[in-house]
T-cell receptor
Framework: KAGVTQTPRYLIKTRGQQVTLSCSPISGHRSVSWYQQTPGQGLQFLFEYFSETQRNKGNFPGRFSGRQFSNSRSEMNVSTLELGDSALYLC????????????FGSGTRLTVV | GQQVMQIPQYQHVQEGEDFTTYCNSSTTLSNIQWYKQRPGGHPVFLIQLVKSGEVKKQKRLTFQFGEAKKNSSLHITATQTTDVGTYFCAGPYNQGGKLIFGQGTELSVKP
């Protein structure tokens, strides 16, 4: 079966711009989580969506937002980009929650210049 | 808030040596999961432990869940160069879908 698909794979943006990242989960998976990965901070939880509702949110500023569509596909948006937002953004899907192993996508490498 | 601490941060071993990484949670966990991320790759799910004192094996990898369900370990016997990568433990934050990851242990193996 197809894995978790994230687009785009690479992105270069300028400070102040906004960006939208996309994630298509494994078919049948209803929970989609987003993580930010940086060398110094590891995997930081951004938010989790389940059945189009944000069920959990991490400690990130309001510039980071997301949504989930009826087909479980998810998007995350970062507005007013800062240099510190440069990171690998990973999406993970699972059937319904953290009682099941997560399947990660290959990530989107965002560079803010 | 809940934290998942993992040690060591780095481990360099000679091929054939054993390797162990430890994970500790500030709270009791309903389950603990382990992931491996190869250099340049993304985390890949290895295993989930649910029961107190549970031990599971995958070939040369042995995973343990502590009796109090607050700590876990991953032991690799006779490391190989294919074991290179970062190993993460992760535990659920609440009944929802928030999974908290440890900082990871980066394993390098010298042939």
């Amino acid at each position: 079966k197809a894995g978790v698909t994230q687009t785009p794979r690479y992105l270069i943006k300028t400070r102040g711009q906004q960006v939208t990242l996309s994630c298509s989960p494994i078919s049948g998976h209803r929970s989609v989580s987003w993580y930010q990965q940086t060398p110094g901070q590891g995997l930081q939880f951004l938010f989790e969506y389940f059945s189009e509702t944000q069920r959990n949110k991490g400690n990130f500023p309001g510039r980071f937002s997301g949504r989930q569509f009826s087909n479980s596909r998810s998007e995350m948006n970062v507005s007013t980009l800062e240099l510190g937002d440069s990171a690998l953004y990973l999406c993970a899907s699972t059937f319904s929650g953290q009682s099941y192993g997560y399947t990660f996508g290959s990530g989107t490498r965002l560079t803010v210049v | 808030g809940q934290q998942v601490m993992q040690i060591p941060q780095y481990q360099h071993v000679q091929e054939g040596e054993d390797f162990t990484t430890y994970c500790n949670s500030s709270t009791t966990l309903s389950n603990i999961q382990w992931y491996k991320q190869r250099p340049g790759g993304h985390p890949v799910f290895l295993i989930q432990l649910v029961k107190s004192g549970e031990v599971k094996k995958q070939k040369r990898l042995t995973f343990q869940f502590g009796e109090a369900k607050k700590n876990s370990s991953l032991h690799i016997t006779a490391t190989q160069t294919t074991d290179v990568g970062t190993y993460f433990c992760a535990g659920p934050y609440n009944q929802g879908g928030k999974l908290i990851f440890g900082q990871g242990t980066e394993l390098s193996v010298k042939p």
